[in-house]
């Protein structure tokens, strides 16, 4: 069973454009919800985080939008640049655990 | 800038034979965990660790993985009789807090041959 669902699989977006990473998940007690950014050959670095008693969280070019009635969140990256091109992962916490449970993986490229 | 770092890069190892993956979390964290990532997979638990005992694990990790926080600092997975599935990018992490964001290591790649 697929806890998160992250679509899409691959994203190409011209630079200076915007790129939309969606997720979705099931369980209500996931109240911790990250999203990291990999480069090839390199461990997950963690880019932005929401807790779902707020419904947008922005840093810099990126920003979380969060809906938890609809229980889905997305990754903004405004005004995308090809040094943004990499694997995307969102991620969820439960409140009584440490387990990070990871979507699939959203490969972005910018194109210059 | 405090990171996670894990030891070697890259491992590669006969089938059969055990392998110790090992890491230093950030110094005031006291929570750890081992990931792992098959090669063009997402990212899968494999379990966490608090206060010298395993907190959470995953189905993955069954009797032929371990781990031992051996002195104040290091944080290691063993993998016993190592099979060819083995094979995958495996990373530490950890965090200060239950429930709260972790930062990773860059990984050892192991490979089983």
């Known amino acids: 069973q697929q806890q998160v669902k992250q679509s899409p699989q691959s994203l190409i977006v011209q630079k200076g454009g915007i790129s939309i990473i969606n997720c979705a998940y099931e369980?209500?007690?996931?109240?911790?919800f990250p999203w990291y950014q990999q480069f090839p050959g390199k461990g997950p670095a963690l880019l932005i985080a929401?807790?779902?008693?707020?419904s947008e969280k922005k840093e810099g070019r990126f920003t979380i939008s969060f809906n938890k009635s609809a229980k889905q969140f997305s990754l903004h990256i405004m005004d995308s640049q090809p040094g943004d091109s990499a694997t995307y992962f969102c991620?969820?916490?439960?409140?009584?655990?440490?387990?990070?449970?990871f979507g699939t993986g959203t490969s972005l490229t910018v194109i210059p | 800038e405090p990171e996670v770092t894990q030891t070697p890069s890259h491992q590669v190892t006969q089938m059969g034979q055990e392998v110790i993956l090992r890491c230093v979390p950030i110094?005031?964290?006291?929570?750890f965990y081992w990931y792992r990532q098959i090669l063009g997979q997402k990212v899968e638990f494999l379990v966490s660790?608090?206060?010298?005992?395993?907190?959470?694990k995953s189905e993955i990790f069954d009797d032929q993985f371990s781990v031992e926080r051996p002195d104040g600092s290091n944080f290691t997975l063993k993998i016993r009789s190592t099979k060819l599935e083995d094979s995958a990018m495996y990373f530490c992490?950890?965090?200060?807090?239950?429930?709260?964001?972790?930062?990773f290591g860059q990984g050892t790649r192991l490979t089983v041959v």
């Open positions: 992490a950890s965090s200060t807090h239950m429930n709260t964001e972790a930062f």
């Open positions: 369980n209500t007690a996931f109240d911790y």
């Open positions: 929401i807790r779902p008693d707020v």
């Open positions: 991620a969820a916490i439960p409140n009584t655990g440490n387990q990070f449970y």
């Open positions: 110094s005031n964290h006291l929570y």
């Open positions: 660790f608090y206060n010298n005992e395993i907190s959470e």
